[in-house]
């Protein structure tokens, strides 16, 4: 089993910052990426960015690009989510999930998932 916890999220200004934090533990020698995905009121979970464990290959939506950024560490088993110039419509709540595959864009690939964390970008 893998647990994933995310950490991180808050209320911040349109035009502001946020760094989430996503820490991996348990069986995890085994994963093989890590994703964020959002998910707004009355709307479908979607993705994020995600980035993989051994090469660091990132992947981002077309939403956040130029704007987000995922890096991970390995020695911690953690990865983060810099998200910059922030608008309203990224007010989400964020999950963190991890993968036995590589990298994607779909929901159904990752295994494990967090609780999710709160973003709200006041205008």
């Known amino acids: 089993q893998v647990q994933v916890v995310e950490s991180g999220g808050g209320l911040v200004q349109a035009g502001g910052s946020l760094r989430l934090s996503c820490a991996a533990s348990?069986?995890?020698?085994?994963?093989?990426?890590m994703g964020w995905f959002r998910q707004a009121p009355g709307k479908e979970r979607e993705f994020v960015a995600a980035?993989?464990?051994?090469?660091?290959?990132?992947l981002y939506a077309d939403s956040v690009m130029g704007r987000a950024s995922i890096s991970r560490d390995n020695a911690k088993n953690t990865v983060y989510l810099q998200m910059n110039s922030l608008k309203p419509e990224d007010t989400a709540v964020y999950y963190c999930?991890?993968?036995?595959?590589?990298?994607?864009?779909?929901?159904?690939?990752?295994?494990?998932w967090g609780q999710g964390t709160q973003v709200t970008v006041s205008s």
């Open positions: 348990g069986r995890t020698f085994r994963m093989s990426a």
């Open positions: 980035i993989r464990w051994s090469l660091g290959n990132t």
């Open positions: 999930a991890a993968s036995y595959s590589s990298p994607t864009m779909k929901v159904a690939t990752y295994d494990y």
